[in-house]
């Protein structure tokens, strides 16, 4: 049961570089969403897709650009790393189908800016 | 958006029960309640949710009040894994979540 798969699982990247957060799911799911969480703090919402060739900007989406070529993949990039973008990724996916489903969560990405 | 408003620490013998509560005053009629818990700053897993009635499965049970104003999830038999971040959820009608800060919950041998 892999569920939802982030790679990688730590990265420290220098200013102004860029990069690309991996998140896959083998669940089917429609929906996929992108999160960051600062420390001793919640999950903020950055995008979101709800299904293939769609996505919408959540809470934070400011310095990131995601894209959603198949149901299973949603990757997050960050163009020009910033001090501020130090944080831990979280990516998670949802069904589409009936009552409001449960998120299932990746494991992280902990990402450090210096 | 309806928001939550949860104590931000609480402690438990293992072996009792576990009683965390939510306050949710300006949820609307067809949101549902979410629990998650984080541990050791892994991801959210999902524990519980409910609309209006109580909820119960393998890992918790979920009361919510009949004004659905406040719910409290239990943990019957707390043991030292249950140790995490719970966080209580109503999101709004676009499926997103708003994460508070949640309720610390350390169980104690």
Known sequence: ????????????????????????????????????????MGLKLIYYSVGAGITDKGEVPNGYNVSRSTTEDFPLRLELAAPSQTSVYFCASSHSAGARQPQHFGDGTRLSIL | ?????????????????????????TISGNEYVYWYRQIHSQGPQYII????????????????????KSSTLILPHATLRDTAVYYCIAPGED?????????SLGVNP
Request: hydrophobic share 30%; net charge positive.
């Open chain 2, 1 to 25: 958006d309806a928001k939550t408003t949860q104590p931000t620490s609480m402690d438990c013998a293992e072996g009792r029960a576990a009683n965390l509560p939510c306050n949710h005053s």
């Open chain 2, 95 to 103: 499926r997103k979540l708003i994460w508070g800060l949640g309720t």
């Open chain 1, 1 to 40: 049961n892999a569920g939802v798969t982030q790679t990688p699982k730590f990265r420290i990247l220098k200013i102004g570089q860029s990069m690309t957060l991996q998140c896959t799911q083998d669940m089917n799911h429609n929906y996929m969403y992108w999160y960051r969480q600062d420390p001793g």
């Open chain 2, 49 to 68: 949710h409910g609309l209006k009635n109580n909820e119960t499965n393998e890992m918790a049970s979920l009361i919510i009040t009949e004004d659905r």
